[in-house]
């Protein structure tokens, strides 16, 4: 499922849900894997969306931080 159909089913905007994915509230191989054709330059992600919304059901008190790099933002 595409980032713009999982972000739509969990009720938030794509930018959101990459936002989400650069803090590693998402972990890669669980809740979304990269389906990018190699060399291309651009990110491709698949989304387990039930898995996803489990991890938007952990308050944002609760959920682990992780600094996001400048290269990240």
């Known amino acids: 499922m595409t980032t713009q159909q999982a972000a739509q ?3 938030i ?3 959101q ?3 989400l994915r650069r803090r590693q509230l998402f972990k890669v191989g669980y809740h979304y894997r990269d389906t990018s054709v ?3 330059g651009l ?3 698949q989304w387990h969306v039930e898995r996803c919304g489990k991890a938007l059901e952990v308050p ?3 959920r682990p931080s992780q600094p996001v790099s400048p ?3």
Request: no cysteine.
């Open 17 to 19: 849900l990459r936002k």
């Open 38 to 40: 190699p060399g291309s």
């Open 60 to 62: 944002p008190e609760k």
């Open 13 to 15: 905007s794509a930018e």
């Open 43 to 45: 990110p491709r992600w």
């Open 9 to 11: 089913i969990l009720g």
């Open 71 to 73: 290269r990240q933002k």
